[in-house]
């Protein structure tokens, strides 16, 4: 029994080996894509040479998104070493492609005042690299959301990204509405502050929106009606938590104060912006 046991946990060692190094080969693929998509960028100068912060979290945020992808194989029921292997080869690719057109997507839309590259690359403004990062990071939760229920790639995979990224631009315009300053000229201005406290509210409607898409899927009307319902709550929620920071968290201070009318922005207080949204959008979909 006890032989028995000990050659079950060395052979699910060696399959685990098998996944981790999947893993590792379709993250190495992903820094190469990285390179293809974005020509004039060198990844390993930015990183090493030239200790680029701000494009090294835009790159966090971005691998965090394809493990995520990757996330919905290991965590789903298994169809055999083999598929299993296949599987996160096809997901991995699908999520490169579209996490890199995420970046693309930022740029043009979500942070459509200033060169969004420019801001990365040459300012190296790491209130840009945040917002990147968690667009890219956002967009993996969205896709870990989908592949976990369709185990498969179609169309109706491509049409919730897309849904998915019209929803991260209501949400974007929704926050700077509600927020008593213009985000644009903040994160421009390299207040990594505001960055921060922008990227928590991002990944907090991701969330919510990955456990609306994670439901079975029982016609577009339905899906349609549960998007709308849980995008309201996740939009309700930006302001409450907002009020929730500055009345218990910061009680002492205004967090608007903290992060824009001071000569050096609190990025401790962004952080605790940042940690509200993204923890009531875990607490509502643990309660939902």
């Not at 190094?21 to 004039?40: D, Q, T």
């Not at 029921?77 to 083999?82: E, I, Q, R, T």
């Not at 185990?151 to 509600?178: D, E, H, R, T, W």
């Amino acid at each position: 029994m006890i032989i028995n046991n000990i050659l079950l946990d060395i052979d699910n060692v060696l399959v685990g080996l098998v996944y981790i190094i999947a893993c590792f080969i379709i993250l190495a693929i992903a820094k190469y894509a990285y390179g293809v998509f974005h020509k004039g960028i060198n990844v390993d100068d930015e990183l090493v040479e030239k200790d680029n912060l701000s494009f090294a979290v835009s790159q966090v945020g971005y691998y965090s998104g394809i493990l995520l992808v990757l996330g919905a194989t290991l965590a789903g029921v298994s169809n055999g070493l083999v598929n299993d292997v296949i599987d996160m080869g096809i997901y991995g690719l699908i999520g490169i492609v579209l996490l890199n057109w995420s970046m693309w997507w930022t740029d043009k839309v979500v942070l459509p005042k200033f060169n969004v590259r420019k801001e990365i690359i040459e300012d190296k403004n790491v209130g840009t690299g945040v917002v990147e990062g968690a667009v890219a990071f956002g967009n993996g939760l969205i896709l870990f959301g989908v592949f976990a229920v369709e185990q498969m790639f179609s169309p109706q995979v491509l049409i919730y990204f897309v849904g998915g990224q019209l929803l991260f631009l209501a949400a974007a315009k929704i926050y700077n509405v509600i927020t008593p300053y213009d985000i644009h000229e903040h994160i421009e201005k390299d207040n990594v502050a505001v960055g921060l406290g922008f990227s928590g509210a991002i990944i907090a409607v991701a969330n919510i929106v990955r456990f609306a898409l994670s439901a079975e899927f029982e016609g577009w009307q339905d899906l349609g009606l549960v998007l709308l319902f849980d995008f309201a709550i996740a939009l309700a929620l930006l302001p409450m938590m907002r009020m929730l920071v500055d009345k218990i968290l910061l009680p002492k201070r205004k967090l608007t104060d903290e992060i824009v009318n001071q000569d050096k922005p609190n990025v401790g207080a962004a952080l605790i912006e940042a940690f509200a949204y993204i923890g009531g959008s875990i607490l509502i979909t643990w309660c939902l």
